[in-house]
């Protein structure tokens, strides 16, 4: 399955693009938010946004160890 979902250069993007990025469960998603492993969220409003570079350093630390960081 190829992602198709493109991200912005800048800003906050919500969950549902995350998890269309990185194909992983919400449960584990926010599990790994809460233990450090993941980016920490940002509050606006009542909307739970990432950072879209906080995201994309996650992407390239995940290339660069083909995933095995995730397994810790």
């Known amino acids: 399955m190829q992602n198709t979902t493109e991200l912005p250069t800048t800003g906050f993007i919500r969950l549902p693009t995350v998890l269309s990025i990185i ?22 409003g009542r909307c739970t946004m990432w950072k879209v570079e906080d995201i994309q350093e996650l992407i390239a630390r995940i290339s660069e160890t083909g995933g095995d960081e995730e397994d810790k």
């Not at 194909?23 to 450090?36: D, Q, T």
């Open 23 to 44: 194909p992983i469960s919400r449960a584990n998603w926010l599990a790994g938010v809460k233990s450090g492993k993941f980016p920490s969220s940002y509050k606006l």
